[in-house]
């Protein structure tokens, strides 16, 4: 049986994630600052570090839900174990969002992944892309 990942684990993920993708924000600074600018709570930077090596546990629940919007997660990101499979960069990171939608906007996002596809694909095969977008 695997083990439950902690929040650190969690939100260290994330942030990582949003690395690899080239997606700010980056360093905690810059979290910090994305959050004030969304209206969320105050973090320090070094709050936010300690959050993310596991020395502060348990955050109140305004600061779970500000990192989920900041991130664009759930909040069952963080303590549901099935909400929190390790992202697998920006895709993972798009499909997790896209749970927080309806079904009618769920289903205009597969329409325009389906639009951006054919559209990538006729470029890859030469084609005029503005025939496949038809």
Do not use: W
């Amino acid at each position: 049986m695997a083990r439950e990942r902690t929040f650190a684990e969690r939100l260290s993920a994330l942030i990582d994630a949003a690395r690899l993708d080239g997606r700010a924000p980056h360093s905690y600074r810059e979290i910090s600052a994305a959050v004030e600018r969304a209206g969320g709570p105050a973090m320090s930077p070094a709050y936010l570090q300690q959050l993310a090596t596991g020395k502060r546990v348990n955050p109140k629940i305004h600061y779970v839900e500000a990192l989920a919007r900041l991130f664009g997660v759930p909040v069952t990101y963080f303590f549901d174990e099935e909400a929190a499979a390790p992202p697998a960069g920006e895709a993972q990171l798009m499909a997790m969002r896209a749970q927080e939608l309806s079904p009618q906007g769920r289903r205009q996002v597969m329409d325009l992944l389906d639009l951006v596809e054919r559209y990538e694909r006729a470029e890859r095969e030469g084609r005029n892309p503005e025939d496949a977008a038809r």
